[in-house]
């Protein structure tokens, strides 16, 4: 057969086909008019070639792999020196790994430095009343119950809706990768100088967003180190509101904003009244690979929510 043929029943460029021919690895025949005569045994060891680089095993190291189908072997890593092919390449991934790894705790650390940096959170004196110390939570808040709203989530596939987050950019929760996402839903975030909407204290499950997002702030690495690798906050707040406090708590994340609920009706996801505005109830979904795999509802109290989300992470490792 002609090269273009070989490249194309091999999945591979003619250009890849020279360059594996230009290494000995394949040796195809010659026609009377001095063309290139391949054969099925040629189509064989193209595609072992391919297969073995999108492992990350070079080309050029290919060889033992072939050499084992060329005695006559029925798989190509039926040779001992294949099995230590693998070897090399293993120690090499790892090596990778461990490399990349510590770069990522780096860069984690910078990260929490820098969104820490110079941050500061309006203490109550300054506030004018202890109303308005959101990191303070009052010792009778009233615990929501559970009214069985998220029962149906758990193994759903996450919708495509497109959501604005506070760096800019649109995020689409079926669209976040195969590592874990944690996304924590919460009401609202008060704001120094501004009023809560009336009853606040007394709706269950309404009070104790600072605190809880704080939280999130504080175990940002703890949760990244046991699996997370992403977590965002999300609220019906538009995303000039939520850039404020990303920027007042120093958050090392972004926030989520749904100001049409877009993902409570994509999912049925509860809501509630205050002051006449719709508002999520608060809860936490972890997505993986597009499906929501775990949810946490109802959350209390919101300050120790964080902690139940590292926990769970720690005690269900991927």
């Known amino acids: 057969m002609r090269i273009s043929e070989l ?30 005569d391949y054969d099925e045994d040629d189509v064989r060891l193209v ?18 792999f072939l050499e084992c189908l060329a005695a006559g072997r029925a798989y190509a890593d039926d040779c001992p020196a294949s099995l230590a092919t693998y070897r090399e390449a293993i120690d090499e991934l790892t090596e990778r790994i461990e490399a990349l790894t510590a770069r990522r705790t780096t860069l984690i650390g910078n990260l929490n430095a820098a969104a820490h940096r110079g941050s500061a959170v309006v203490p109550s004196e300054e506030s004018g009343t202890a109303d308005d110390d959101y990191l303070t939570l009052p010792a009778d808040l009233p615990v929501p119950e559970d009214d069985g709203a998220v029962e149906h989530l758990c193994g759903t596939a ?7 987050d506070t760096a800019g950019r649109t995020i689409r929760l079926d669209g976040l990768g195969p590592r874990r996402a944690v996304v924590y839903v919460y009401p609202l975030t008060g704001r120094p100088g501004t009023d809560l909407p009336e009853g606040w204290n007394s709706i269950p499950g309404a009070r104790g967003c600072t605190p ?24 019906s707040q538009d995303s000039p509101y939520q850039n404020e406090v990303v920027e007042r708590l120093g958050l090392p994340f972004d926030m989520l904003s ?29 997505i993986r690979d597009g499906v929501i795999e ?6 209390f109290p919101p300050n120790e929510h964080p902690e139940q989300v590292l926990t769970w992470l720690r005690e269900n490792p991927l």
């Open 158 to 164: 996450a919708p495509g809706v497109a959501l604005c």
């Open 47 to 64: 595609r072992e070639i391919r297969a073995l680089h999108r492992l990350g095993i070079p080309v050029e190291r290919t060889r033992p």
């Open 7 to 36: 490249a194309r029943r091999s999945g591979v460029t003619t250009k890849a086909v020279r360059y594996y021919e230009s290494l000995g690895l394949i040796t195809p025949g010659r026609l009377a008019n001095g063309y290139r």
């Open 294 to 299: 775990h949810v946490f509802y109802p959350v």
């Open 212 to 235: 809880e997002t704080c939280g999130f702030r504080d175990h940002f690495q703890d949760l990244l180190e046991a699996g997370a690798g992403r977590v965002y906050g999300l609220s």
């Open 258 to 286: 749904d100001p049409s609920f877009g993902l409570a009706d994509a999912l049925g996801l509860p809501t509630f009244e205050a002051d006449g505005m719709r508002l999520f109830k608060r809860l936490t979904l972890v």
